[in-house]
């Protein structure tokens, strides 16, 4: 008889919007053919969403207005109550762990938590949050300490969970990569997608898809392209704002690029999935100027396109992005922003060795990131912590 488990996060079809919803939309499509499956997550109910075995939950209108973190511990709560009969837990991203936690102590069941992130690590989101930063690192120190299992998605993500948590057993903390459905992901030889966000697809382009946040890097990235050619276009595909502070430097910072140099194309809202797969094809280079990133899931899509890759050698980027043969890697430190615009330029100099490079990353996204072999070590992880319970 399959395993019951109870898949617990944030982010779900159709509301993705970062990394970890892309990592769980995949991770539950791969496991539900191993593994008895119900997915927990934020959202209203929609027809249809029972017999695809996922449960939707609000927060608490009585908290409508309230800190972040108290509206997100009401849906953890809501989530813990609907999770009777489900014999192991897993949960990703701070805004489910207490779920899981809780779920772990009133059901008696083991919990899984995958970390995509490490609230020590991104005080940033103080700005965001305020006091609720404090309640969110203390909801993901509960979890993770008490966890069956821990799952980092890449080695440096292993040292940095032990680094901010040496309570834990080393030996509860289990490396799994994520992943990349390169079916999806694949170049697309149509520019229609282009064309009809002010895309000229007869000129080069650097391009950007993230969240405008701290952690991404972004204000980084637009002082850096300042110095690139200026036949070159930048466009930034660039959306939910973690603050309206931020919001306010990134809109402040767009004006003066756009001012200064032709060609830079904003758009502020989250592209479907074939549109993005279509800018990332035809992208010159692809940049990801990361602060803090433990694995970096859009490089892998836009590996999986065919594009060269420009990032941050932090975190797992370098677990993904072989430097010199899928991309250039640039060090964080006082000289960031130069070497970022170092990297672009070289790149954009050099189209024989940016496709070399793009063919390459294409070869390493399909041979080595697969979500079927990502689901199976999962799956394998969740029978062994079973015995072990």
Not at 50 to 61: F, K, M
Request: proline share 6%; hydrophobic share 40%; glycine share 10%.
């Amino acid at each position: 008889m399959r395993v019951r488990v109870g898949l617990l996060t944030r982010e779900y079809p159709p509301d993705v919007y970062g990394g970890a919803g892309v990592h769980v939309e995949f991770l539950a499509r791969e496991l539900r053919p191993l593994v008895d499956l119900e997915v927990h997550c934020w959202g209203e109910s929609s027809t249809g969403d029972r017999a695809a075995g996922v449960v939707r939950h609000r927060s608490w209108r009585a908290l409508d207005g309230a800190n972040d973190a108290l509206r997100t511990f009401s849906v953890d709560l809501a989530m813990t109550a609907a999770l009777q009969g489900r014999e192991l837990v897993h949960s990703h991203t701070w805004y489910a762990n207490l779920a899981g936690h809780l779920a772990k102590l009133l059901y008696g069941v083991p919990h899984v938590v995958t970390a995509h992130s490490l609230e020590p690590l991104r005080p940033w989101k103080a700005e965001q949050l305020g006091g609720g930063y404090a309640l969110s690192s203390w909801a993901e120190r509960t979890a993770f300490e008490a966890a069956d299992a821990v799952v980092a998605v890449s080695g440096a993500m292993r040292a940095d969970i032990l680094g901010c948590y040496p309570e834990l057993d080393p030996a509860r903390v289990h490396v799994i990569h994520n992943g990349i459905d390169t079916g999806l992901y694949r170049p697309d030889p149509g520019t229609d997608a282009l064309t009809r966000t002010g895309v000229d697809p007869d000129r080069p382009y650097v391009l950007f898809v993230g969240r405008i946040t701290r952690q991404k890097g972004v204000p980084h990235l637009m002082r850096a392209v300042r110095g690139i050619d200026p036949a070159v276009q930048v466009v930034l595909c660039a959306g939910a704002p973690d603050t309206p502070e931020i919001d306010r430097e990134f809109r402040e910072l767009y004006e003066e690029l756009s001012g200064a140099r032709e060609g830079v194309h904003w758009i502020p809202r989250m592209l479907p999935r074939p549109e993005v797969v279509q800018l990332l094809t035809h992208a010159t280079v692809f940049v990801c100027p990361s602060v803090y990133e433990p694995l970096g899931i859009v490089n892998l899509e836009a590996m999986a396109c065919g594009t060269p890759v420009v990032a941050s050698r932090v975190g797992g980027i370098p677990e993904v992005v072989e430097d010199g043969r899928t991309g250039l890697l640039v060090d964080l430190g006082d000289d960031f922003e130069a070497g970022l615009t170092r990297a672009l330029d070289a790149v954009l100099a050099d189209p024989a060795a940016a496709r070399r490079m793009g063919e390459a990353g294409r070869r390493r996204a399909v041979e080595e990131f697969g979500w079927d072999a990502v689901a199976r070590r999962t799956a394998r992880l969740y029978e062994e912590i079973r015995k072990q319970a």
